[in-house]
């Protein structure tokens, strides 16, 4: 029989209600949505940051439930159906730095994602600013940005579906490279690459 040592910590999920805020650090990295959060609506991530940090634009590495895994950009492959549908589940926008959108309404279609960060013409990037991420009912969860350093490109959150409910969590995690690698560096390793950011589909 296995003993649970007292002293140790059990961590309590995070939740965030409707019109509150959540900020996440490295010594509370998780927040947990409500079956509610993770099914109605859409969930945004977007980065808030100036111009001072660079071409910041936003990309994800996906897995959805079938097993199939590869990357969602703004400057390439911006829009994901699974097969058979026409309803997106992930897109990708073009605003100034770029956004990604989960579609709620197919979430059970999603098993993992990574929200990563990288600069458009390869030029250094200031790390700073905030990844914020917008759910239904007004909730906000806020990552700042500004203890990440070095690095070609940033890995900055992970959202695992856990029985029908999103856990997000920060990663913020620099790497030198390029999307392949840090796609690889977090477990999609069954994604083939045509180059350092585009992948074979």
Do not use: K
């Amino acid at each position: 029989m296995t003993r649970v040592d007292p002293r140790r910590r059990v961590r309590d999920d995070v939740r965030v209600r409707a019109g509150q805020r959540v900020i996440l650090t490295v010594s509370d990295p998780t927040v947990t949505l409500t079956r509610m959060q993770s099914a109605i609506g859409t969930l945004r991530f977007e980065a808030a940051v100036s111009r001072e940090v660079g071409d910041l634009q936003l990309g994800c590495a996906y897995q959805l439930g079938s097993g199939l895994s590869s990357v969602l950009t703004p400057d390439g492959d911006h829009r994901l159906a699974p097969p058979g549908s026409r309803r997106p589940v992930l897109l990708s926008g073009h605003d100034e730095f770029g956004t990604v959108d989960v579609d709620l309404r197919q979430s059970r279609d999603l098993r993992r994602l990574a929200v990563y960060a990288y600069s458009a013409s390869r030029a250094p990037l200031r790390w700073g600013g905030t990844l914020l991420v917008e759910t239904f009912g007004g909730a906000r969860i806020e990552l700042p940005l500004e203890s990440l350093q070095g690095g070609d490109v940033a890995v900055l959150m992970s959202l695992y579906n856990v029985r029908g409910e999103f856990v997000l969590r920060a990663e913020m995690q620099t790497l030198n490279g390029d999307v392949r690698e840090a796609c690889r560096a977090y477990g999609y390793d069954r994604i083939t690459w045509l180059d350092s950011r585009t992948p074979v589909d």
